[in-house]
C-alpha cells in the first residue's frame, strides 16, 4: 500500500498526463543526429461545418497535438522519422503529387458528412490514394457512429473507396491522451501499409 | 421626474463585479448562473455557467478592453490548471472566455481555436446616481475584421453530388 503522504505527488504526476497534449512545441527540437531525417507529410483535409460545435476539438488544435503524438511516439524508434501534418482547407485543390495517406477530419453532422463525401470525392480521382477519416462534435456515439457509417458506405457505394475510420475524437478532456495516442498509433499502422503497397516519395532535410 | 443618465469611467470593482452578476442572463442567456464553490480567482473575472451549462469565464473591465482580455486570458489559464482539479470534485475548467469592456480588445481576432474568446460591449452609467449597465450586441463587423480563422470560417459547398448521392446523403 502507498504511502498517503505521496497521494498528492501521485494525483499531480497523474494530472500532468493527462493534459500533457496541451504542451505542444510550436517548433519541436531538431535531432541533431547529423543524418538527415525522413519527413512523412499528411494532408488533413477539413470538412469543418458552419456549425461546428465550439466545444468540439477544433482543426488547428487537432493538427498541433496529433503531431507532437507521431513525433513523441515515433521518438521510440531507432532512426524516427519527422512527422508533419499539414491543415487544408476544404477548398484546397489536390495535386497529383499528394499520392499518399490523406486525413480527412469532420464535424460530426450531416453537413459535415456532406463536405467529407465531397472532399473525398474531388481528391479520389488519383487511385492510389487512402483516406482516414475522423469525426468530432457528436452530441453522442449513436450520432458519430451514424456519421462515419453512412460516409463509409456512401463512398464504398459511389466512389468504391474503402475508407480507415479513425473514429470520433471529442474536445480535449480526461480521454484525450489516450484516444490521441491510439490515433497516432492507427496512423502509423496505415502509414506503414500504405508504404509497403506503394513507392511513397518522401522528404530529406 | 426626469432621468439623470451619463456615461461613468471609473467604477469600484466590487460594484462592477455585482452589475455583471445582475446581468448573468441578459449576457448568457435563461439559466446562467455562477459556479459554485469556485475559489475567488480575481476581482474583475467570475466563473460562470452558461444557458447550456457550458463553463465560461466572464473578465471585465469598464475602461480598459485590452486589460479584460489579457486579465481574462490568465485566469482562464490558472482555472485549467492541475492544482484546480485536485481540490474541485466535477471540475470542468472553463472553455470559453468572454470579455465585457467598452470596446473590442486588441487582436481579439486572433483567437478561435480551443479556446473560444467573444467580446460584449458594454458600457456602465449612472442613472439618478445609481449604477445601470448598458450591454449592446455585437455588431458582426466589428469582431471579424480580417480573415477568419480556418475552423470559424463557413465552408461552401459546391453542388458536385449527383442525384444519387443526394440522396443518400439527405440524412444521417
Given at each position: 500500500m502507498h504511502n498517503p503522504a505521496w497521494r498528492p505527488a501521485q494525483l499531480h504526476t497523474e494530472r500532468l498526463a493527462s493534459i500533457?497534449?496541451?504542451?505542444?512545441?510550436k517548433h519541436p527540437a531538431v535531432c541533431s543526429t547529423g543524418k538527415p531525417r525522413v519527413t512523412h507529410t499528411i494532408p488533413v483535409h477539413m470538412a469543418i461545418?458552419?456549425?461546428?460545435?465550439?466545444?468540439a476539438l477544433q482543426p488547428h488544435y487537432l493538427v498541433d497535438a496529433l503531431t507532437r503524438q507521431l513525433n513523441t511516439q515515433a521518438?521510440?524508434?531507432?532512426?524516427p522519422p519527422d512527422w508533419q501534418l499539414e491543415a487544408m482547407p476544404l477548398e484546397h485543390v489536390a495535386t497529383n503529387d499528394d499520392k499518399g495517406l490523406i486525413l480527412v477530419f469532420a464535424t460530426a453532422n450531416l453537413e459535415g458528412v456532406r463536405l467529407a463525401y465531397t472532399c473525398i470525392k474531388n481528391l479520389?480521382?488519383?487511385?492510389s490514394r487512402q483516406f482516414g477519416i475522423l469525426f468530432s462534435g457528436a452530441p453522442d456515439e449513436e450520432i458519430a457512429r451514424r456519421c462515419q457509417e453512412r460516409l463509409a458506405s456512401g463512398v464504398k457505394r459511389f466512389l468504391g473507396i474503402r475508407l480507415h475510420e479513425l473514429g470520433h475524437l471529442s474536445a480535449p478532456g480526461p480521454d484525450f491522451s489516450a484516444d490521441l495516442a491510439r490515433l497516432a498509433g492507427e496512423l502509423h499502422r496505415l502509414w506503414e501499409t500504405h508504404c509497403s503497397h506503394n513507392q511513397l516519395e518522401v522528404t530529406h532535410t | 421626474m426626469t432621468l439623470q443618465i451619463h456615461a461613468v469611467s471609473e467604477i469600484d470593482s466590487s460594484d462592477l463585479r455585482r452589475l455583471v452578476v445582475d446581468n448573468l442572463t441578459a449576457l448568457l442567456g435563461e439559466g446562467a448562473q455562477l459556479v459554485e464553490n469556485?475559489?475567488?480567482?480575481?476581482?474583475?473575472c467570475l466563473a460562470t455557467s452558461d444557458t447550456h451549462d457550458g463553463p465560461v469565464l466572464l473578465s471585465f473591465d469598464a475602461v480598459d478592453p485590452q486589460r479584460a482580455l489579457l486579465n481574462g486570458l490568465v485566469r482562464l489559464d490558472q482555472l485549467g490548471d492541475e492544482m484546480a482539479a485536485l481540490f474541485l470534485q466535477d471540475y470542468h475548467p472553463p472553455t470559453e472566455l468572454l470579455v465585457l469592456a467598452p470596446g473590442a480588445p486588441p487582436g481579439l481576432t486572433l483567437f478561435g481555436g480551443p479556446c473560444p474568446v467573444s467580446w460584449r460591449c458594454i458600457q456602465v452609467l449612472s442613472v439618478n446616481g445609481e449604477f445601470g449597465m448598458m450591454i449592446t450586441p455585437v455588431i458582426e463587423e466589428t469582431t471579424a475584421a480580417g480573415p477568419s480563422p480556418l475552423e470559424l470560417r463557413p465552408t461552401i459547398v459546391k453542388p458536385v453530388l449527383s442525384s444519387e448521392e443526394e440522396q443518400h446523403f439527405s440524412q444521417l
Open positions: 500533457q497534449h496541451h504542451f505542444i512545441d461545418a458552419a456549425g461546428h460545435p465550439a466545444n521518438s521510440a524508434v531507432a532512426k479520389s480521382a488519383t487511385p | 469556485m475559489p475567488q480567482i480575481d476581482d474583475c
